[in-house]
């Protein structure tokens, strides 16, 4: 391997880490950033709106509210987890996700969609009259207020994380962070709201009904909803690779068509065969979000992946790693698991599986300093051989 060719795959790789921004710092505090002053306003005015709403019922529906939110922890823990695996690649910071995890949760929920969503529907009723507004207005309400609110977590991270906020990737997970943040809260509504329709009475069961239903409803709502509209909010405003503002608004219209259908799922049901037909319309949409959120998924992972293959390259050239597993390492779980299984023996395929996890710490230790063999790089890179040698 000749100097200008090792050259070459180095320089591709500070390109890459440049590219990507991985590695760089978020720092919430930045007092001549609007963007901070833009969270704390938010932040402030979401729990006045929060406390106006909960407050003159707290104390006779707490009970039903309280099972509510202790049920939907573990719930809230496993999709936090699901996301936090799911951010890989050029990874963003925990602190950054937190951010649009509590914007969607409080500051997009009650600071934004409630209000919005409660005068538009006022509006509704009084164009179109209470049937109307009853079957079909939720549908053409919370698919613009509701993503577009959502989708401020994006666009005030890129404010303050412009560096870091670079791909269609990046986005997606921003959004189902954002979305998450606004389903849990939006959940805890419907159980306070069902604690109140019961005038306190039955509120255990109450709860504990709604937490079943939108737990079920939840897998494939506000997360992938938020997730397929910021990535392709992403695509639309050009952050990512190539031209692809079409693909983006064809992303973004897709999730809110996803979101219109959940929320009149009974009206077209009805119309479609009667009955039956509610379940027909909850069994497409099912399968209709998993396959736009596969699609987003594939769009949005190449990129990422060829920023993490040029960072690992260098360590191909010079002996530490091979091709296949600079490969492997860069590539999502099904080539993963295919390279593991392709290795004859238990004791390999676990070895080769943990040293897969080691490229990807060295990965990250190249971007935080660059490029430079810093000493968190070479222990990064002894972890690595000592894997290999058992």
Known sequence: MTTIERTGAEQARSAAIEASGWGQPFRLIQLRNAGFWVFVVGMLLGVVHLLAFYEPGLSSYAVGLGVGALAFLPYTIAWLLLLSYHNRYTSLPPKLLLVAFLWGAIPATYWIALQVNTA??????????????????????APITEELAKATALILLIGLAPKLVRSPYDGLMIGAFAGLGLQVSEDLLYVFNAASNGFGAGQVGAALQIVASRAGAGLVQHVLFSAIFCAGLMWLIGR????????????????MALHN?????????????????FFLVMVILFVAGLVLLTITFRL?????????RAILAPEAERGLLTEAEVDAAAAGYRKRRAYRKAIHGHRERKTAKHVLEAANDLAQELARSVGRDTEAVEHARAEIERLRNG
Not at 240 to 255: D, N, T, Y
Not at 300 to 308: D, G, K, M, T
């Open 120 to 141: 538009v529907l006022s509006i509704y009723g009084k164009l179109f009259g209470h049937a109307w507004t009853r079957d079909w207005a939720p549908g053409f309400t």
């Open 240 to 255: 990512g690779e190539g031209k692809h503002r079409v693909r983006g608004l064809l992303l973004i219209l897709g999730a």
């Open 261 to 277: 259908g959940w929320d009149n799922t009974a009206a077209y049901g009805e119309r479609l065969a009667g009955t039956a037909g």
């Open 300 to 308: 949005a992972a190449p990129q990422e992946q060829a920023w993490l």
